[in-house]
Structures are given as structure tokens and as C-alpha cells.
């Protein structure tokens, strides 16, 4: 069981495995095992609340108003379950630590880290990534501006900062540039191309962001 | 990360029966903090409790005249109350530079006091510390330039990283705690503990079992609060020291006060000498610079650390004179 799961793409965070790291997680196959039958048996026994996995559960995500069902292990997070379990890759994996933004999705009309997030804990909820702002094959007014006045360089961090930027606008239409500095505190740009982005949202705040 | 079972609670009491389990169960709030933690292996629960959907998540007044804030209560909408600001000022300045935006969007009142310690060493897998059943602290002769600079007697040498621990404090607030045995109420001040060789695993006074739900505020009366922190960064950081101070007030003369220090200490620090120095005094900008002076003479700081005495001399200073309504930088 271990040796399979440990292939997964959501799973190892480290490019080297340690022979500790290896040991360790050899290990908890069992453990987890284990777990599973003991949580199944309380969970008959005590009718209390309902415990599920450590295998893969049925988890069903409402992204860009469409449903998405899979199965997945409790521990996956939305970043990973939507880019490698839904093929929406646009949102970026980059720290996976809540530190850089480039993950950055917005459930219930709030920006998240979706690398800081349980897939699990966010069924029901409506879920937007960055593959959801453009409509009809038409770029959003943030995703345009960015293109029109070039804020991105390697364009790595770009997607969480276009959801940041949306999110940002959807509540605030006219913010100052402090409420945009604030707003767009979260995300990190590598490449440093900080004024551009600033930029970007003042043009689509010009025109307006229009929820799709 | 380690694979765990998963217990979306969604009552007080099926969170305290889902945490009673006989492996390693940890309650997941916000998540800020905990999946970080649990991605380095730093923590491998074998359960994981959602408390989210368990804990009450709204604010209320109390009949006393204070307020009650639920433990799930994101720390984006502690920031949007209409009265928490109000009444209590200093909360709303702990909480607005919390991390992120995103952050702060996910996090909870809960999470945010109970979050673990930031120390590098604590941090990374490879050095078993006291904190994680070790029997040294890296911190002693390593790297400690965040580090404490009071409190600094042993075993760990961690500062406490709740940005609204010490508000909290010097609102003297009481938590409200439940777990197996039924409910218990302790104040913030003693909630927190410094770390001895018994107790260095946790911060805190929960058992393992126990949940926080709520926090209470008295009524805060006739009193003057100010907040200063310190920062190196503006966004995406903790501070570096900050101070809140509660003055209760008689006129213009202080009549008595807390003034709690963060980011300085493995608790959030009461500072005695510097209420001493405030009682009686008029509030003004000598009675601060004194009482600023009477907080550091406490200080013992580690190898690295020296220059945060003079930050926390400065969060004093400038948080006493943010209560005067004294314009500082
Ligand atoms: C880049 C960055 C900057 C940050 N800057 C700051 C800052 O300036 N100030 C600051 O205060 N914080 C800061 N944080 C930390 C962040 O605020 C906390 O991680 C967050 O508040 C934790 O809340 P949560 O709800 O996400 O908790 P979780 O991560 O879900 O839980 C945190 C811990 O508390 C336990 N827990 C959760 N709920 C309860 C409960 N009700 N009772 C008992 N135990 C519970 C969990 O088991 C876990 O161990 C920063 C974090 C990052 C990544
Ligand atoms: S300060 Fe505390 S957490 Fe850090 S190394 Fe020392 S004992 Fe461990
Ligand atoms: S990948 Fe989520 S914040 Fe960096
Ligand atoms: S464009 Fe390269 S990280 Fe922002």
C-alpha cells in the first residue's frame, strides 16, 4: 500500500526522499491500515460522527459552477485534487505553504491558498480557479489588462495574482491603491514585476469586472 | 504528508468524542497553520477533526456587556464586525496584518491561539528539540534572532506566534474549554504557559481532548487601549515585538493598566514593571518612555537577539502613546 500511494503526484512535497522519510512512511501503511478498521468499528459502535478514509473517499467539488466528482484521500489538498486529479492546471503549485499565492482560488467569494486547503472540507461551497474568470472565450477585464500592459514576466505566479486581482474588484470596484496593495498583499511575484501588476489592476478596474 | 481519517464534526460534542480516540487525533480549523505542519511531518495525526462546522463561528454580546467570539469565527470577519472594532480596538490592530489576505480569509479565532511555535528548528524534521520530546534546544547556541528576550529561563526559548493571544490578555479575556470531562472556563493569561521540562510539548493548558470555543471579553469600561507592532515585513510575517496596552483611566492620570508584550516571550508577556510605572501617572509622553524602560528592564535576551530589546522598548512606548492619542510613526 505504501509503495503504491507514495507514487502518487500528490504526495511527495520533497525532491529527495530520505532513507528516515522512507522508513517513516514505509511505516505508516500499516499504521494507517490499522486506523481504518478501528475508525469503521467506532464509528458503527458509537453512531457517533462519521469517520472517513485514510483511503480515497467520494469527495464532490463545485468548481466553476460546474460539479466535479472524485475520489480522493482525505489529505489531499484543492490545489492538488483540481490540477492533478481534474486537469485544471492553471492555478500554480509553487511553495505549497500558504506563503506565495500562486494557488490562490476563490471559494464563496473569498481568495484561499488552495495548497492550504482540504479538498474535503470545501464540498458545497463554490469554488472558482482561475480557468473559470474568462467567459465565452473572452478574457476577463483583469485577465485582459494584464495581457494589454504585460504584467507578467515568467508568468508563474500570474494566475493567482489575475484570481487575487478579480476576487479584489468583485468586492471593492473602485479601490484605492492602498486597498490594492492590501488586496493583492498575498501574492508574490518572483520576477518582481510588482508595478505592472499594480498597473494591470488600476486599467481593469477602469473597466470594470463583470462576475461571469 | 501522512495519510489520516477524517471526522467532519459538526457539534461541540462530537468534536470532543472524535478527538477521544487512542491513536493521534489533532482538530483541523482554518488549517493555516496545521496542514503546514503536517506537510513537513512535523505532526502525522492519524485523525484529523474538522472543528470548523463544530464550533460556533459568530460573535455575540454578553449580558455583562462584553462580547463572546466563537472559536470558528474566521479572523476576516473579526476584522469586518461592526462593534468587536468598536469595543475592543486593539484586537482589530492585532488582526489586520495577520499574514494574508488568504490567510486571513481561513483562519479562525481558534486556530490563530492555539497555532504551534514558529521556531526555525521547531519547524524542520531533522532537529528533535524539547518541544518535540528532545532533550536540547538548537536555539541555545543556533540561531535565535527571533527568539525570546523575556522568559528566557528554559527549556524552549520559542516566542508564542498568536498575533491576538495578547490583545486577548490585556482585555483580560477567559476561554472557554471543553473535552471529555465536561466544560471549564481558565483566563487567557493563565491559558498560556511557559515552557517547563513537564510541559514543553504544548504552549498551552489544553489537554488532548479539550477544544477552545469561545473567547470572552468583559465589558471593557472607561479605558483608553492602544497597539503598536513592530514588522519587518508588511505582509507574509510575524512582527518582531508588539505591545498592547489597557489603561484603565481616572481623569488624565492612569489608575491601572496591562501592558502585554508579543512576539518576546513564550507567552504573551505581562509586563509588570511597566503597569508600575504607569499607575498613577498622567498619560503623556514621559510617563511612556518610562514605562517602555520599565518593560525592557526585564529583558535578558539570547546570542542573537539583543537588538529586539530596544523594538520591544519601542512597541511599548509607542502603544502607550497610541492610547494617549499621540500621533507616532
Ligand atoms: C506567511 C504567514 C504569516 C503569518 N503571520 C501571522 C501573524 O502575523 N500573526 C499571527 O497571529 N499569525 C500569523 N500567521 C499564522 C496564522 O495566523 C495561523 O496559522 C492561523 O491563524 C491558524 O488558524 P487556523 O484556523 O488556520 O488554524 P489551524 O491551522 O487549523 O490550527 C492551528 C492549531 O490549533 C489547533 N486548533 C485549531 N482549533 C482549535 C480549537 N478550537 N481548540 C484547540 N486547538 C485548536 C490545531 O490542532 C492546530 O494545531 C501567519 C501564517 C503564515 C503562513
Ligand atoms: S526554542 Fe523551543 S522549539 Fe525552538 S529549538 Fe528550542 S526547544 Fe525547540
Ligand atoms: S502554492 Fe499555495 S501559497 Fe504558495
Ligand atoms: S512573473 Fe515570474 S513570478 Fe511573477
Redesign the interface.
Known sequence: MSSS?DNLPD?P?RVSVSRR?FL??AG?GS??TA??A??AA?AEA?A????????D?PVALTVNGKRVDLRI???V?LLDALRNRADLTGNKRVC????C?AC?MIVDG????AC???A??VQGKQIRTVEGLASSGSLNAVQQAFCDVDALMCGFCTPGFIV?ATALLERTPNPTSEQIR??L??N?CRCGTFVRIMEATVAAAAKGVRRV | MKAFAYVNATSEKDAVAALKFDGIALPLAGGQDLLARMKDYIDTPERVVNVKNALDRTAAPTSGGGWRIGASMKIVDLLEHADIGKMYPAIIAAATDIGTPQIRHQATVGGNLNQRPRCWYFRNEEFVCYKKGGSRCFAVNGENQYHAIFGNDGPSHIVHPSSLAVPFVAYGATFRVIGSKGEREVAAAEYFTMPTLQNVLKENVLDDDELLTHVMLPAPGNVKTGHYEVRYKASHDWPLAFTTVVLAMNGGIVQSGRVVLGAVAPVPWRSKPAEDALAGKPLNEATAAAAAEAAVSEAKPMSGNAYKVQIARTAVKRAILNAAGIKTV
Open positions: 500511494k504526495k512535497d522519510d517513516k512512511t505508516v499504521l494507517a486506523v481504518t478501528a475508525g467506532e458509537q457517533g460522527p462519521r469517520v472517513v478514509g485514510p483511503g473517499v484521500e482525505p489529505r489538498t505549497d505553504r500558504g506563503s499565492g490562490t473569498r481568495t484561499v491558498y492550504s486547503t482540504l474535503i472540507d487575487a492590501r488586496g498583499d498575498g508574490i
